[in-house]
């Protein structure tokens, strides 16, 4: 399988723990991206890494997330002290990058990684 | 800031029957639009993509539109499928703060497809 894979798929956690998400992205591809997702709703950006570099992050972004790609290929995805409205799911997407800054690849999303915050 | 709005929120159609979604954009400066398609608990899959100097692109039974000068895009699904019940979101990439493009996605458009 060389699509994006996300783990785990389901999380349920209680409020004030910790939860770490992982993604592993197309292997030649050079860009990753995190959104969060809540139902009825679109995809809202987080974060954006460029091989290991991490080039934008959203306001979404509080201090209690944080996001890496040490190696520039697997990235994961901290809540730290997690609260209730966290709950939502976690989507990782890759892309391969394109030159200059313009952006016209094609994200390949993963199957998500659903957190329900108690 | 960027922004992406759809409409209808959401739509109800018979098997067979045609529909269009529509796209609105405050994205600048602008690089390309996509349309995915979005199952339910799935990640979006691509269907087609729209860049600055392209009015029209079709792909099988899906035609995408886009005005640039209006900011509007629209998807025309011609003679739907049940298989075609899903969300379809717009995306758009524009420049984000730090410089780099980053695709905005609309709400979506949640379509029922009725036998």
């Known amino acids: 399988d060389t699509g994006v894979s996300q783990d785990p798929r389901h999380k349920i956690t209680k409020r004030g723990q910790n939860v770490t998400f992982r993604c592993d992205p197309i292997s030649e591809h050079n860009r990753l991206y995190w959104y969060r997702q809540t139902l009825g709703q679109g995809p809202e950006f987080l974060t954006y890494?460029?091989?290991?570099?991490?080039?934008?992050k959203s306001r979404l972004l509080s201090d209690r997330f944080s996001a890496e790609r040490p190696k520039g290929s697997f990235s994961t995805l901290e809540i730290q002290r997690t609260e209730q409205g966290d709950s939502a799911m976690y989507l990782c997407?890759?892309?391969?990058?394109?030159?200059?800054?313009?952006?016209?690849?094609?994200?390949?999303f993963g199957e998500g990684s659903r957190l329900t915050v108690l | 800031k960027n922004q992406v709005e759809q409409s209808p929120q959401s739509l109800i159609i018979l098997e067979g029957k045609n529909c269009t979604l529509q796209c609105n954009y405050t994205v600048s400066p602008f690089s390309n639009l996509r349309w995915y398609k979005q199952d339910t608990g799935r990640g979006p899959v691509s269907l087609t993509i729209?860049?600055?100097?392209?009015n029209t692109k079709s792909n099988g039974r899906y035609t995408a539109t886009l005005d640039a000068d209006t900011k509007q895009s629209s998807l025309h699904i011609t003679a739907s499928q049940l298989s075609d019940s899903a969300s379809y979101i717009c995306?758009?990439?524009?420049?984000?703060?730090?410089?780099?493009?980053?695709?905005?996605f609309g709400r979506g458009t949640s379509l029922i497809v009725h036998p």
């Open positions: 997407a890759s892309s391969r990058g394109t030159s200059g800054s313009l952006h016209t690849g094609e994200l390949f």
């Open positions: 729209m860049t600055f100097s392209e």
């Open positions: 890494f460029q091989n290991e570099a991490q080039l934008e």
């Open positions: 995306v758009v990439s524009g420049q984000a703060s730090g410089g780099s493009y980053i695709p905005t």
